[in-house]
């Protein structure tokens, strides 16, 4: 599993990114977890959430631009609109 690089320094889980970028939808993990994930477009999405080890999906669908999935992402398997991480 990928370890979350914002795991370390002064950095923690509840502070903001410092870097972002575009998600190809797949059965990988995100490298390093994602802090948040936000649709650039409207459409729908399936996330793993961080922290599911049993790799267990949760789908939104119809979501608008600018919206943020309440959960640190491990991996996105889907998205039918354009989607952003944001890490560190």
Do not use: H
């Amino acid at each position: 599993m990928a370890s979350p690089e914002w795991n370390g320094g002064g950095r923690t889980a509840t502070s903001f990114g410092r870097k972002g970028a575009a998600i190809t939808p797949g059965a990988t993990d995100l490298d390093p977890i994602a802090k948040a994930v936000v649709m650039t477009t409207t459409g729908d999405i399936t996330i793993v959430p961080a922290d599911n080890a049993t790799s267990v999906t949760i789908t939104f669908t119809a979501c608008p631009v600018g919206f943020i999935p309440p959960y640190q992402v491990r991996r996105v398997t889907a998205c039918t609109g354009t989607c952003a991480s944001v890490d560190a």
